[in-house]
């Protein structure tokens, strides 16, 4: 069945824009998670929605940077007045509760000039 | 200290070596061990997941946990030119809805 899928795959923006990437998680997870990785870092994590439940925000770090899913379906992640170092892929993860196996998308890679 | 350290690599072996790849981890609240590896410009793939102290085999691939030294490894046995990838060691308390804890990561490179 199909995976994970993020769009767009690259995104080059210049500095003090916004940019919105998306997210499609595997139908039927109810888990969805957004993690940045930067070059040569580990993922950091984000945002975690579950169901109708209210997200898990405490990775976000700023309040540049937002995420909304409706239901249990697409997610965006909002970054607004990009810095350059916003530049990093961003992962979008989905599992079918919370406590279960996290599967990946391949990412959106951002480059803010 | 950062949750988890991992030894960024690169690891360079030649085909048909024994690699081991390890974490290390502050937290003792951390029940649920993973490995996932991930090819180059690729999502994470999971390849082992475990939970406590112990060891899990799954064909060429070992993992092991050491909660009282709060240390985790990946062996992989005969390993293969695909088998070159970044591995992401991660971690998570008992509760299901805490996020996952990444390692930086380990460059492997196994050379024909």
């Known amino acids: 069945g199909a995976g994970v899928s993020q769009s767009p795959s690259n995104k080059v923006t210049e500095k003090g824009k916004d940019v919105e990437l998306r997210c499609d998680p595997i139908?039927?997870?109810?888990?969805l998670y957004w993690y940045r990785q930067r070059l040569g870092q580990g993922l950091e994590f984000l945002i975690y929605f579950q169901g109708n439940s209210a997200p898990d925000k405490s990775g976000l770090p700023s309040d540049r940077f937002s995420a909304e899913r409706t239901g249990e379906s697409v997610s965006t992640l909002t970054i607004q007045r990009t810095q350059q170092e916003d530049s990093a892929v961003y992962l979008c993860?989905?599992?079918?509760?919370?406590?279960?196996?996290?599967?990946f998308g391949p990412g959106t890679r951002l480059t803010v000039l | 200290q950062k949750e988890v350290e991992q030894d960024p690599g690169p690891l360079s072996v030649p085909e048909g070596a024994i690699v081991s790849l390890n974490c290390t981890y502050s937290?003792?609240?951390?029940?649920?061990f993973m490995w996932y590896r991930q090819y180059s410009r690729k999502g994470p793939e999971l390849l082992m997941y475990?939970?406590?102290?112990g060891n899990k085999e799954d064909g060429r691939f070992t993992a092991q946990v050491d909660k009282s030294s709060k240390y985790i490894s990946l062996f992989i046995r005969d390993s293969q030119p695909s088998d070159s990838a970044t591995y992401l060691c991660?971690?998570?308390?008992?509760?299901?809805?805490?996020?996952?804890?990444f390692g930086k990561g380990t460059r492997l490179s196994v050379i024909a």
């Open positions: 993860a989905s599992s079918l509760r919370g406590a279960d196996t996290q599967y």
């Open positions: 937290n003792s609240a951390f029940q649920y």
């Open positions: 991660a971690m998570r308390g008992a509760s299901g809805n805490t996020p996952l804890v």
């Open positions: 139908s039927g997870h109810t888990a």
């Open positions: 475990t939970y406590s102290s």
